[in-house]
């Protein structure tokens, strides 16, 4: 099929390789970034209002901050609606951090925390810089110094590792003579 840049010529060649059917297909409409992602997590069943578990919790931060952080994902023209940034941080404040406050575990093991260092990291810059009354609520504070005592224990327990190799190595390299 050549193509030809008259409109006519266009719908012609459509018509005749695809048949009557083809001019009758509607293209869906355009969809952001934002939108596709909200439509995949209802796909996944990741809603906020289901029973909130670490993979819901993680889904819904990455569309929280895909839409409020990278506002060029929010909207087809650059800019978030209030209602949809009104809805999103309702259900930060009413549901996935008092979850995060409920699921708060002291352990090195990071695949029992709520969210991941990462999630929480650019979070809490989101929250400190934009939406300073949640970030000094204490629910979020408990947050914040469980995370940080986390990284400490992880930095010493990192160190010890380190220490214990050069010891072992050490202890090697003197039986080798």
């Known amino acids: 099929m050549s193509t030809t840049r008259r409109p006519l010529g266009s ?7 695809g048949g009557e059917e083809s001019l009758r ?8 970034h934002v939108e596709r992602a909200a439509m995949q997590m209802h796909e996944r ?13 993680a889904a819904f931060l990455e569309l929280f901050l895909m ?11 650059g800019y978030q609606t209030r ?9 930060l404040t009413t549901r996935v951090i008092p979850w995060i406050f409920r699921h ?5 093991d990071d695949r029992q925390w709520p969210i991941s260092l990462e999630q929480f990291k650019e979070l809490n810059i989101y929250l400190a810089a934009n939406l300073p009354n949640i970030h000094a609520d204490y629910k979020w504070q408990f947050v914040i ?3 940080e005592e986390m990284k400490k224990e992880q930095e010493r327990w990192r160190r010890l590792d380190e220490m214990e190799r050069e010891v072992m190595e050490a202890v090697r390299r003197c039986l080798e003579f």
């Open 45 to 57: 069943r990741e809603e906020t209002w289901r029973p909130l578990n670490r993979r819901r919790v």
């Open 25 to 32: 297909r509607r293209v869906p409409r355009e969809r952001t």
């Open 104 to 108: 708060r575990v002291f352990t090195r």
């Open 145 to 147: 110094t469980l995370f």
């Open 83 to 91: 209602a949809s940034a009104k809805m999103l941080n309702k259900a």
């Open 67 to 77: 839409a409020m952080v990278n506002v060029e994902n929010a909207h087809r023209y």
């Open 11 to 17: 719908l012609c060649g459509v018509l005749n390789v």
